[in-house]
């Protein structure tokens, strides 16, 4: 019995650093990289990552207004390795400084970033639905926000 519960605590322990190491470098969230794109009848978001270093994705994120036929929105994102932990840095227009986001959880599919100093957003949740299509759910106090469903633009 003893045997038992030894082994079932070792492969609790295990288990738990294996989970810990999903997301322990870029590498784990190359799923991000390509060209992603989502549209409505007033709104075209576009979301691109690419892979600058193997601790470096630089990003852009852009919407544009259907019926003001204008982009509305622009970001410089990037996702940076220090240190041993991943940071998601957003520069937007309405922000002098960019704001950093800490990788707090994440599995093989799902990647959540928080501060919960900064005003709007506090998380970021990536999430893989399939090979070409991801979600992502922008959310602050009280879970209030809204989500993307993003589709990957395949190059012709």
């Not at 270093?53 to 019926?67: D, L, M, P, Q, V």
Request: aromatic share 12%; proline share 1%; charged share 20%.
């Amino acid at each position: 019995m003893y045997k038992l519960a030894y082994l079932i605590a070792i492969c609790a322990v295990f288990n738990t650093q294996v989970q810990a190491n999903t997301c322990d470098s870029l590498a784990s969230l190359t799923w991000l990289i390509g060209d992603w794109s989502s549209k409505n009848s007033k709104l075209k978001i576009n979301e691109s990552w690419k892979k600058i270093s193997n601790k470096t994705f630089e990003g852009s994120g852009y919407t544009f207004s259907i019926k003001k036929n204008k982009t509305v929105s622009a970001e410089t994102l990037r996702l940076v390795e220090m240190s041993g932990e991943i940071f998601y840095v957003a520069k937007v227009a309405s922000n002098s400084l960019p704001v950093a986001f800490k990788l707090t959880s994440c599995t093989a599919e799902t990647a959540v970033f928080e501060n919960f100093e900064h005003d709007f957003p506090k998380q970021l949740t990536y999430q893989l639905k399939s090979e070409n299509q991801i979600t992502v759910a922008v959310t602050g106090e009280n879970d209030k926000g809204f989500s993307i469903k993003f589709t990957r633009e395949i190059s012709k």
